[in-house]
């Protein structure tokens, strides 16, 4: 199943949703606040907010929703990951979200063995994507945590994506590893690398998924680019998933699509104990409102 846009994604996600809680950590930021508030209102979610109190109750009531959410005051940033860790090992909480905190701190925090977070899987940042001119709502991966992996940690962030895919009831995705060129060439280790993975796709390796690379961005996205340059194959024109060389990559493709192209975009990490929505500081509501709402529509 595909979806050409992320109102009929919702649509299809809604009816099997089940009650879900999130921990806002850092949730005096305004934009943060009112994607939770709309959130709840739009979905089964229920927020606890964590953070600086007196913030926090302000906003609450510029939103006319005063005391109408449980609110953990937190005196430093370390303190609010560590009490939405804790929430979240006693199963208060099935999902996180960055509010008024830097990712930094956020992730590091998670890191640590107290927290409890990590599963022994790679973390890795999946956004979905919708844009006007792709039939479809497509992933990119990692445009958030992994800087440079190599062909092993690729491999372990194609399988994370993928499995985000087949929650959300896209199954066989169909994956691009993306490189400048279509050619190996040993001068962009990323064409070897994506040669790896394609081969590895074709030994059964990453199960129903259909991998091919190396794929520029308009062979991957566009049939009728790849015809013209006599490139075939079920993943040309058809991405669900990009595949990107490197963090710089990925972060300059996603906000040029954003800023540019008029795309909306949902981003989690994945691959730790429950999901986390991780926006941009200059995410506005709406930024924040989607990968809320998706996040809280399926389980990983």
Known sequence: ??????????????RGAQPRTVAVVGAEDPHALEATVLAHDETCLSPILIGNRKRILAGLERLDRADAFPVLAARTHEEA??????LLRDGSVHLLMKGAIPTGTLMHGLMTPEAGFRTGDILSHVSLVSIPSYHKVFAITDAALNIRPDATRKRDILLNAAG????????????????????PNPQMPETLDAVSLREAGERGEFQDCVVDGPLPYDLAMSREAAEAKGRTGPVCGEADILLVPDIACGNVLLKALRYGCGAESAGLVVGGRAPIVLTSRAAQTRDKLLPLRLASLFSL
């Open 164 to 183: 985000v895919l087949r929650q959300l009831g896209m199954d066989a995705p169909r994956v691009a590893v993306l490189a400048a060129v279509d050619t």
């Open 81 to 86: 990951v560590a009490t939405a860790a804790a």
């Open 1 to 14: 199943m595909r979806f050409p846009d992320f109102p009929h994604l919702f649509a299809h996600l809604e």
